[in-house]
């Protein structure tokens, strides 16, 4: 299998993609492709549509026209139970807001997305932790855990069910700058590691690490970079 | 991984949880005390009844027919009588529980030492028995006649005067023939005569007041009836009448089978009668109407009071109980939303949100449960004057009310859950 052909396979295609409430266009026919083992930031103003778009690439919203093909599926045309099953089976979550069960410690908020994917395994779950660097922190609760640490606890439990894609939404928002460079960097080597990032960002710092670079405005794609920089390799399985 | 969730959820959010099983608590406290109350104030209510008298009579059948015939209320005319001996088997009827008092009457026509013609009644006082079902009970006129005013004296005591010759004598006898407490009468019965020692000198305030009752043995020989009883007064607890007791009354052959197993089933006072008919030999039981009716009413109504504060004691509690928990799911909304998020299932998370409610609900319906005894302690010293035994059908009636109000106070909530998208709980900026 040649490496040209393996990078012609879209990992996720979406076809005249729109999101209509009322009047407004959320997002107005957007077309875009990533490929598998693909490391790309969505960047726009607020209103631009971005989190509408990632909504719908996490199946956790269904476009108002066009087609949103996921590894081959139409998630379009899923019922509101497979879309959970095909977020469950692909897709990995991280949130600018963390979002970890409170009475949940570290561990456990990562074994709970084992519980809802497949049977739990701390051993395994300790083992995404220790990637994110956070195995002593394993017992702690969220609220003992500092920002930084629990964004890594959040990346840990997107990681554990080795999700074909993983989206971040404004990963860094709520990190200072020591904490926004260890998190880049586990995307770094997530990256290396062939997996498939879509991160949403306002940062530019966070957007030039990333391959390619799409900007949204007024739900269009406004235009897209290919990042010169780009020293990330992608690893082609 | 789900227990660990449920535990989490518990013990680290202690406080929520405590507050939701205050609520419950409460509820099952209050339906604990109300239904320990209502399932046992029927015996506290009758004990208030008591004084009405007996609400049942049992005479022969054929005294029965003549009286109806004559209004005669003499057996020594018809020459039929009840049996002493088949006394004991009114406790073993179906409706026995039902039963709390009786006693039997046997009338001896005498005359005192100055000739005055006088009618000495046997009866029971406090009469011990012991119960083919193993329990006992103290039967007899001094709980039947309550209103008695004891003017001289005392009661007759049946477990502690060894005398079996002496006498409680009514106030109009007394009176025309100058009778005192401590005296000693001569009677002159048909069969036999007794030097009576009067104990007590009683006012009744109706015909009673012109007689002499004596112990039940003691008439017996007088009258020269050993054995035989003329009545029986049956004081029991029974359900209003309605139209199915009203046609039963008049005549249970007339009712369908299904029908007979309802009304026999059913504490009429026409079954209660009809049973006592069945026990005793050639007797006829009827209600004395108005106390049946009576006591049967404001048991009812009293009943209904509790129920009535049950239902709203616990209607209160689902209220409390939908809106902390419906506030529960909301704050936890971006982390119900996380959860579905990540894969969970309607079923998943409204399972695990039920199984916090109910084992919540566990914890405080156990609470609430022994708090109730004690309020249903409280209610019975304060109207009763005495404790309310509770039942231990109150058990399950309780953890299912407890269990069903909680399900219904948790259906806002899950509803809620149901329809939250992750995407509104989880972009918060």
């Known amino acids: ?237 | 991984m789900f227990l660990r969730m449920i535990r989490g959820a518990m013990f680290r959010q202690w406080k929520k949880m405590a507050m939701i099983a205050f609520t419950i608590a409460l509820g099952a406290s209050l339906a604990t005390a109300m239904l320990g109350v209502m399932m046992d104030v029927g015996d506290k209510v009758n004990q208030e009844l008591k004084t009405y008298g007996a609400n049942i009579t049992v005479v022969p059948k054929d005294s029965s027919i003549i009286n109806d015939l004559y209004t005669i209320e003499d057996n020594e005319s018809t020459g039929s009588y009840l049996l002493e001996e088949e006394l004991g088997k009114i406790k073993t009827i179906f409706w026995a529980f039902n039963i709390v008092d009786y006693t039997p009457f046997v009338s001896a026509q005498s005359t005192l030492a100055n000739g005055a013609p006088v009618t000495v009644t046997g009866t029971w006082f406090n009469h011990h028995m012991e119960l083919p079902t193993g329990e006992t009970l103290d039967a007899g006129i001094t709980n039947l006649r309550t209103w008695w005013e004891i003017t001289e004296g005392k009661w007759l005591d049946e477990q502690a005067d060894d005398n079996r010759d002496v006498a409680m004598v009514g106030a109009a006898v007394a009176a025309q023939n100058d009778i005192h407490a401590g005296d000693t009468l001569h009677i002159e019965g048909k069969e036999a005569s007794k030097e009576l020692y009067v104990q007590g000198i009683f006012d009744a305030g109706d015909e009673e007041d012109s007689a002499i009752f004596v112990f039940l043995d003691t008439a017996q020989q007088l009258a020269g009836l050993e054995g035989n009883i003329d009545s029986i007064e049956v004081s029991a607890l029974t359900t209003p009448d309605n139209e199915l007791a009203e046609k039963a009354a008049k005549d249970p052959s007339s009712l369908t089978v299904k029908q007979y197993e309802t009304w026999y089933c059913t504490a009429y006072v026409s079954s209660i009668c009809y049973q006592i008919q069945e026990v005793i030999t050639d007797s006829v039981a009827s209600a004395v109407r108005q106390v049946a009716d009576s006591e049967g009413e404001i048991l009812e109504k009293t009943q209904l009071l509790m129920i009535l504060i049950t239902i709203l004691s616990l209607i209160g509690a689902a209220l409390g109980i939908c809106n902390l928990v419906t506030a529960s799911v909301m704050e936890r909304s971006s982390e119900i939303g996380l959860m579905k998020a990540i894969g969970a299932h309607n079923s998943s998370v409204s399972g695990l949100v039920l199984t916090e409610i109910v084992l919540t609900a566990i914890i405080g319906g156990i609470i609430g449960f022994f708090a109730g005894i004690g309020f249903a302690q409280i209610i019975g010293h304060t109207v009763f004057g005495s404790s309310i035994a509770i039942r231990p059908m109150v058990i399950p009636i309780v953890a299912v009310l407890v269990v069903v109000v909680t399900l219904l106070g948790s259906i806002p909530a899950i509803r809620m859950l149901l329809n939250l998208r992750p995407t509104e709980v989880l972009h918060g900026r």
């Not at chain 1, 690439?57 to 379009?76: F, N, Q, R, T, Y």
């Not at chain 1, 990256?191 to 030039?208: M, N, Q, R, Y």
Request: hydrophobic share 40%.
């Open chain 1, 1 to 237: 299998m040649g490496k040209d052909k393996v990078k012609r396979m879209s990992l996720l295609e979406l076809r005249n993609v729109s999101k209509i409430y009322g009047d407004l266009h959320a997002l107005d026919k957007v077309s875009l492709q990533v490929e598998k083992g693909e490391w790309v930031a969505i960047m726009g103003p607020s209103g631009s549509g971005k989190s509408t778009m990632m909504n719908i690439i996490g199946c956790m919203d269904k476009p108002s026209e066009g087609e949103v093909l996921l590894d081959g599926i139409d998630i379009a045309k899923e019922t509101a139970k497979n879309l959970t099953n095909i977020r469950r089976d692909k897709i990995g979550l991280i949130f600018q807001q963390f979002h970890l069960v409170s009475y949940l410690t570290a561990l456990e908020n990562v074994m709970m997305a084992q519980y809802y994917h497949s049977i739990p395994d701390e051993k395994e779950a300790m083992e995404a932790l220790e990637r994110v660097g956070l195995a002593d922190r394993a017992r702690h609760l969220p609220s003992q855990l500092s920002g930084g640490e629990q964004q890594r606890v959040c990346v840990a439990r997107a990681l554990i069910n080795y999700p074909e894609i993983i989206l971040a939404d404004e990963p860094t928002g709520n990190l200072d700058e020591a904490n926004e460079e260890i998190v880049v960097d586990l995307f770094r080597r997530l990256h290396e590691d062939g997996t498939t990032l879509i991160v949403v960002t306002h940062d530019p710092e966070v957007a030039e690490v990333a391959q390619r670079t799409l900007v949204l405005r007024n739900g269009r794609l406004d235009h897209e970079t290919i990042n010169p920089n780009f020293t990330g390799h992608i690893k082609l399985s």
